[in-house]
């Protein structure tokens, strides 16, 4: 997040933080051909005074009930409304959060899916971290 003072207004007066998230779109048969684009979020801040957190995403037009926070082993999220749960490393790590996703035992999320709750947490987590 660039203006984190913003981001902070907009968490303690539970607004909608809107953000550009980055996604890859690889071709298998050319990856010269692969690239980048940007879609839209929004994630609205449900509680973030104490753990475990919580917030509604809403993202290509789907939305995640976001559930997270630390446990013994590291940190835990849970999106009840997909039938998810996994264990996540550090908010901001979009790659292993990702690949975290992408393996739990529900399968039910994509790459697209796995892509914008990663960027989800990696948005807010200078303000909870």
């Not at 839209?40 to 976001?66: C, K, V």
């Amino acid at each position: 997040m660039k203006n984190l003072k913003a981001l902070e207004n907009a968490i303690s007066e539970n607004q909608a933080i809107s953000y550009e998230y980055p996604m890859i779109l690889f071709d298998y048969d050319d990856p010269d051909d692969s690239k980048v684009i940007y879609h839209q979020a929004r994630l609205n801040p449900i509680q973030f005074d104490h753990e475990p957190y919580e917030a509604a995403l809403t993202a290509r037009g789907y939305y995640y009930h976001l559930i997270f926070g630390s446990q013994t082993n590291g940190g835990f999220l849970c999106v009840p409304n997909w039938f998810v749960g996994c264990e996540i490393a550090d908010l901001d790590d979009v790659s292993w959060n990702m690949d975290s996703l992408l393996d739990c035992d529900a399968r039910v999320l994509e790459y697209e899916d796995a892509s914008a709750i990663a960027w989800a947490l990696k948005s807010v987590s200078d303000l909870v971290n």
